[in-house]
Nanobody, 124 residues
């Protein structure tokens, strides 16, 4: 199983980006997913999360601007970021609990995966 984050880039203040966190391999289902970000010199921060049932949570600083959603048919979770501000600049990473088929043990397992970070830079 692999988890890949993508969609980062350079955008002007007020602009939008859409990050994707996609799982591949012997994936049965993506359960809970969370997006984190870490700015230089700062601690990693939980930005948004979504449960397997679709319940969402956001850090106060992004409420009303960011939207997390899931596309179970594509084993993907997206983070739509609108109204971006310079303080949103950071490396964004996703974390997911994934149920998958382990061919070595011929059993279904649940494990936590991290996608690699994707840089988001908000600057004029």
């Amino acid at each position: 199983v692999q988890l890949q984050a993508s969609g980062g880039g350079l955008v002007e203040p007020g602009g939008s980006l859409r990050l994707s966190c996609a799982a591949s391999g012997s994936v049965v289902r993506i359960n809970g997913v969370a997006w984190y970000r870490q700015a230089p010199g700062e601690q990693r921060e939980l930005v948004a999360s979504i449960t397997s049932g679709g319940s969402t949570k956001y850090v106060d600083s992004v409420k009303g601007r960011f939207t997390i959603s899931r596309d179970d048919a594509r084993n993907t979770v997206n983070l739509q970021m609108d109204g971006l501000k310079p303080e949103d600049t950071a490396v964004y990473s996703c974390n997911a609990d994934i149920r998958f088929y382990d061919s070595e043990t011929t059993s279904f397992r649940l494990s936590t995966y991290w996608g690699q970070g994707t840089q988001v830079t908000v600057s004029s």
